[in-house]
C-alpha cells in the first residue's frame, strides 16, 4: 500500500529521499519550510531543512499526529539538541526517528547504490521505516540508537572540516588516515555523552559518514576545511563551499556544551579555534603534533 509522505524542504537530500520513496511506490510531496499550515493529510513526515531552522519552522506549523523522521545532520548551537530533540520539545511528538548514513545526495540521485541507518527507540518504526525506504540501490539498516545515529551524523560534519584542513595542507594519505582514526575516538567519547552507544560509531552512521564526508570535494564541510588551508579567508571559504555548512555551527556547538567540557576532543577544539578565533592552521598543526605522548585509548 503507498504511503503518503510529507518532505518538509526542498533541498538536495530531500530530493534524493522523495525519489527513493518514488521508486519503492510510495506518494512523496514537498512542502516549503516557510510554510504555515499543511496542504492535507499525509502518514509520514520527513525533515530535510538545515538544523539551525527547525526550531523556527516547527513553530509556524501544527503538530502532525503522524511518525517524524530526520534527514539533517547536526546539533542545534543553543541547546546543543539533535534534531529529534528539538522536535520532541516543539511538538511533544512521540514517535521519532532518524535517517543517516554515508549517503551524498547527487549520487542517489544519479541511481548509484548506497547504504544507510534508519534508527528510533520505537523498534515498530524503525522496521516499518526500513521496509519504506530499503530497495536494490538502497540498502537501509535498522538500530535503536536514536541518539547515537543522530549524534554520529552530526559530530563528524566538524572532522569533515578537519580532512579538508589536512587535504589543503597536502600533508599526505599518511596524514589523513591518521588524523581520521583519532578524530573517530573523539567523535565516540563525544556521542556517548549526548546518549550514544560506543559500537554505533563505528557503523554507517559513525564511520561510514566520516570515511565519506572527510575526503571528498562533494562534501561542503570538507571543501571548508580544504579552502582555509589553501589560504581563503572565512569568508571566502564559506561563499565557494556553497549552501549549508552544517560543520560550522556544530563545532559552535560542541565547544558550548557543559555536557563535553571533561571530554579529550583536541581536533575539534582545533577546529573551533581556527573557525571562530582566527588560529593559524599551521600553528594548530603543530599543537596537535606537540601533544604528549599517550597509550592509544586515549
Known sequence: MAVKVCLLGEGRWGRAAGEILSENGHEPFFVHHQETRWPGPFDLLCL??????IRETLRR???PA???VSLGKGLEIRTGFRVTQIVREVWGTGALAALSGPNFAAEILRGLPAATVVASENEDLAAWLQRLFHNRRFRVYRSSDLAGVEAGGALKNVYAIAGGLCAGLELGENALASLLTRCLAEMTRLGVRLGGRPETFAGLSGLGDLILTARSRQSRNFLLGLYLAQGAS????LA????VVEGMPTSASVQENPLFADVKKPVADEVYKILFEGKDIRRSLLDLLEREAAPEGR
Open 48 to 53: 530535510a531543512i538545515p538544523v539551525q531552522h
Open 61 to 63: 506549523l501544527t503538530a
Open 66 to 68: 503522524v511518525p517524524v
Open 234 to 237: 572565512l569568508k571566502e571559504a
Open 240 to 243: 565557494m563551499a556553497g549552501s
